[in-house]
């Protein structure tokens, strides 16, 4: 499962294309529907993982993308903090609405600590969330709008930055999104989970100098597709009795 998960998520390989990297370098045959069945197990089982995604920063970029959900047009909305360079949420909705950007920034401000920057584009959605959260007393943001593609105000001159952190973010998205077509909503929120999983974990950032933006002990001297076999052995102790889950949240 790690070298499937090494190959499909990371390399960004088809299901097909794994099948046949596996029986030919490995001697693995599998199908590409169990491939596909494996990815979409392996994202629950990794999905408490992303719990472990805090920030401090006190800031958040949101936008979102086109995807295709069965035939039709969905999206992935995604919350990432320019600073900590982590991706803080990613949701896929059917609906580009008001009622999914709350989602997002709900989920995001339950990984943040002081959350009270938000930078978005103009979409009226995210002034419609912000109005919400005030009212339900979940949060107080200062939004800064940074408005089209061009720096025409100082607003958008002075955080310009901070949208295209998010956008370079989507732009890894989509890659790994494109080669799904259009999916079922099970398998595109499967898609997102591992994405973000890797994105956090796994990937390194010259930004950071080479590392992850969340570095788990246990990972430092895996490589590889071991990485992700070391990730799916702690998801597996998360799922064990409520004193274990405590004695490995302090140890990570």
């Not at 047009?73 to 896929?92: C, H, M, Q, T």
């Amino acid at each position: 499962m790690g070298l499937v998960l090494s190959l499909y998520v990371e390399m960004g390989l088809f299901s097909r294309e794994t099948s046949f990297f596996l029986k030919t370098f490995w001697g693995i045959e599998l199908s590409h529907q169990t491939i596909l069945n494996w990815i979409i197990s392996s994202s629950f089982l990794l999905y408490p993982l992303l719990d472990k995604v805090n920030s401090s920063s006190g800031q958040i970029s949101v936008d979102e993308t086109y995807i295709r959900l069965e035939g039709a047009w969905g999206y992935l909305f995604l919350g990432f903090d320019p600073l900590e360079r982590k991706l803080i949420s990613a949701n896929v909705s059917r609906r580009r609405d008001t009622r999914a950007a709350l989602a997002l920034l709900v989920d995001a401000i339950s990984r943040c600590e002081d959350l009270s920057l938000l930078f978005t584009d103009g979409n009226p959605i995210y002034q419609l969330a912000t109005q919400l959260l005030g009212l339900e007393e979940m949060a107080n943001l200062e939004h800064i709008i940074i408005k089209g593609i061009k720096n025409e105000d100082p607003i958008s001159q002075a955080f310009r930055d901070k949208k295209q952190a998010v956008e370079r973010v989507i732009r890894t998205f989509k890659r790994g999104f494109k080669r799904l077509g259009s999916c079922s909503e099970k398998m595109a929120i499967s898609q997102a989970t591992l994405l973000a999983i890797w994105y956090n974990l796994l990937r390194p950032h010259r930004a950071l100098g080479g590392k992850s933006p969340v570095r788990i002990p246990e990972l430092e001297e895996a490589e590889g597709h071991a990485r992700w076999c070391r990730l799916l052995e702690i998801a597996t102790r998360l799922q064990t009795p409520m004193e274990n889950k405590i004695e490995l949240a302090e140890a990570l």
